[in-house]
């Protein structure tokens, strides 16, 4: 919609015209700072036929032109009243609160005030923001949420429109949010580890689920001591590698759904997250994904991907550490992306296992799209030195920046296990931090 079409709407005379290059933002800021009792126009590279008809229907007393070369305003409105002033560099125009009710979104990377000018005329509010609109403050996520109509006046690039519907639909993260790891949150999450089944695989399957949820609270004691907000979460391996081939030959065991449901709901009723593991054995992770889609089309669920149990065809668990190609691992990147887009849910978490360089081949290749957070976990277990050592060699990587980090501590089989002061020391931050 262009300066001069909503002129047209609005006005059928003017006693006061306002003019400003469309690329000029100090210019249109100084008019809109200065108040003009009428539309603003917005000239392009030159006076055009369409601008000087408008101005002609107009018959403005006067027109006030901010920024221009008084010989061009000479020139060019000689049959008009003008006043020339200029442009205060200095000026400036609030983008914010001009309606609740229709808000137009632009890139805060943009010069805002051309469509603040062509908003103000039409009661139209206009949000300066994030290319990533994940990214975005709580007030502008209620602004946009209470809107009728939201219009994305930026080319913010192919997940906007995702971002967008699952700001209307109201899909938040556990405590807010539609980032992960929000830095204006400061968001951690700590989870205890293992299988409903019982205790042999880690501390999850010491009690039942309304159980765990007390036990991480204790757990997570300490892990907000640098400010970070704690998300409690569930880790639940959700195919366990298995010593036999079995009846599909995979040599890993699919824990059935209605086994891990109760654990969902009950993190869902409490604020809290889970992350379903995959130890895939013989097969890929895509297929295994997709045995869990019900689940993972749930805002508070995650995937975790471990390639300590990745067989390739003649291997057999426990006699070589497993490992996986980042092919693989960006099947699923691709699938789990599509998943969040499709639903318009926030940001889902995808955590990759790692304590040997090799069990991630091509790593640097791993894709990491907005609607994931792709995490390292350091899952490596022993004394601390030797821990803290595996930590350093995976993060110095030059693609370490790439990804968020995670530890893991182990009760029985580190030496001695960790504090919530040694973990909050490393670097780079933690945000991911599971016991075992």
Same mark, same amino acid.
């Given at each position: ?21 469309? !690329? ?75 309606? !609740?009710?229709?808000?137009? *979104?632009? #890139? ?12 103000? +005329? ?18 502008? *996520? ?9 219009? *994305? ?24 949010? *539609? ?110 994904? &997709? ?11 995650? $995937?975790?991907? !471990?390639?300590?149990?990745?067989? &390739? ?17 960006? +099947? ?14 926030? +940001? ?9 360089? +090799? ?27 030797? &821990? ?5 060699? $995976? ?12 530890? &893991?501590?182990?009760? #029985?089989? !580190? ?22």
């Amino acid at each position: 919609m262009t300066s001069i079409e909503i002129s047209q709407a609005l006005y059928g005379c003017a006693h006061e015209v306002g003019l400003a290059f469309a !690329d000029d933002p100090a210019a249109v800021s100084t008019l809109m700072s200065r108040g003009i009792r009428g539309p603003l126009l917005l000239v392009g590279p030159w006076f055009d036929i369409p601008l000087m008809a408008e101005l002609g229907r107009l018959a403005p007393d006067q027109i006030v032109a901010a920024g221009f070369d008084q010989e061009v305003l000479h020139y060019a409105l000689a049959d008009f009243a003008f006043e020339p002033i200029a442009a205060d560099q200095q000026a400036t125009f609030s983008p914010e609160g001009l309606s !609740d009710d229709r808000v137009w *979104l632009v #890139d805060n990377a943009e010069p805002a005030a051309p469509l603040v000018a062509l908003a103000h +005329q039409i009661g139209v509010g206009v949000l300066a923001v994030p290319s990533d609109l994940q990214a975005l403050p709580p007030e502008a *996520l209620r602004t946009i949420s209470r809107a009728s109509q939201v219009e *994305l006046l930026s080319d913010f690039g192919g997940a906007a429109a995702w971002q967008l519907e699952a700001i209307l639909q109201g899909a938040e993260l556990p405590g807010g949010g *539609l980032l992960l790891f929000d830095p204006d949150i400061g968001r951690r999450m700590v989870a205890i580890y293992g299988h409903p089944s019982g205790p042999g695989l880690g501390v999850l399957g010491e009690q039942g689920p309304e159980e765990g949820v007390e036990r991480l609270r204790s757990i997570a004691e300490g892990y907000d001591a640098d400010g970070s907000v704690v998300l409690p979460t569930f880790e639940i391996i959700a195919t366990v590698a298995s010593a036999g081939a079995g009846d599909d030959g995979d040599y890993s065991a699919e824990t059935a759904r209605d086994v891990i449901r109760p654990w969902v709901e009950l993190a869902a009723a409490n604020d809290m997250y889970v992350v379903l593991d995959l130890q895939p054995g013989r097969t890929d992770y895509l297929t295994q994904a &997709k045995i869990y889609e019900e689940f993972l089309r749930l805002p508070h669920v995650g $995937l975790a991907l !471990d390639p300590e149990w990745r067989l &390739k065809p003649d291997e057999v668990h426990l006699r070589q550490i497993g490992t996986v190609d980042a092919a693989e691992i960006n +099947q699923v990147v691709e699938w789990l992306a599509g998943v969040v887009r499709e639903e318009a849910l926030p +940001q889902k978490l995808l955590i990759l296992h790692q304590f040997r360089l +090799q069990m991630i081949t091509n790593r640097h290749l791993v894709e990491t799209p907005p609607e994931l957070a792709v995490l390292i976990h350091m899952d490596g277990q022993g004394p601390l030195t030797a &821990k803290y050592n595996t930590w350093n060699v $995976l993060t110095s990587q030059p693609d370490a920046d790439r990804f968020y980090w995670g530890w &893991k501590n182990f009760y #029985d089989e !580190d030496i001695p296990t960790p504090t919530a002061e040694e973990v909050l020391a490393l670097t780079p931050y933690p945000a991911f931090v599971s016991y075992q």
